[in-house]
Antibody, heavy 120, light 111 residues
């Protein structure tokens, strides 16, 4: 069965960085792009970008272009999302999500989510 | 960016009754070369990640009950639950994937 398992919750100070991991299992890890989507408390879903686990290629949303870095380690089937210069409104649940079918950008499955709280 | 607007923001429906959620895109998500609408629907229950229900606007994901159906084309789409069950209480999101993905604001469905 296909699973994405994310790292645990984080509490960070404003101005610092956070790195969230997402480990895939049950499928060919390099065969599917992984996207990152965040959800602020009580809010909707916001796309952040994707990484191609095969090549390491990335595409970031314009809003996050200068603060986000997505990387991967194929030896352990894991992708990472690092967000820098954190602000209070970065407080959100961060999800990784796999393209359900290669090259079609709807998502299944999703990781369980990682809560990131930014507070002084 | 494509702006996705859902209506209503919240909805209360009796058990066994029909629930209808609408999603409107600011631009068409119908790709003419393959005649496919790049529109998906998700269900999110409290404390859980979204779950894929429908893709290509009307194709039901494997394992999703057939009381869930999607329809529409171009800019206007609908998710219908034909006979509401208690376990359908959730927030529902539409998403376009014609271009950089964007989501609707969500519709909260209650009994």
């Amino acid at each position: 069965q296909v699973h994405l398992v994310q790292s645990g919750a984080e509490v960070k100070k404003p101005g610092t960085s956070v790195r969230v991991s997402c480990k895939g299992s049950g499928y060919t890890f390099t065969g599917y792009y992984i996207h990152w989507v965040r959800q602020a408390p009580g809010q909707g879903l916001e796309w952040m970008g994707w990484i191609n686990p095969n090549t390491g290629g990335t595409k970031y949303g314009q809003k996050f272009q200068d603060r986000v870095t997505m990387t991967r380690d194929t030896s352990i089937n894991t992708v990472y999302m690092e967000l820098s210069r954190l602000m209070s409104d970065d407080t959100a649940v961060y999800y990784c999500a796999r393209e359900a079918v290669p090259a079609d950008t709807y998502y299944d499955p999703w990781g369980q989510g990682t809560l990131v709280v930014v507070s002084s | 960016d494509f702006v996705m607007t859902q209506s209503p923001d919240s909805l209360a429906v009796s058990l066994g009754e029909r629930a209808t959620i609408n999603c409107k895109s600011s631009q068409s998500v119908l790709y003419s070369s393959n005649n496919k609408n790049y529109l998906a629907w998700y269900q999110q229950k409290p404390g859980q990640p979204p779950k894929l229900l429908i893709y290509w606007a009307s194709t039901r994901e494997s394992g999703v009950p057939d009381r869930f159906s999607g329809s529409g084309s171009g800019t206007d789409f609908t998710l219908t639950i034909s006979s509401l069950q208690a376990e359908d209480v959730a927030v529902y999101f539409c998403q376009q994937y014609y271009t950089t993905p964007t989501f609707g604001q969500g519709t909260k469905l209650e009994i």
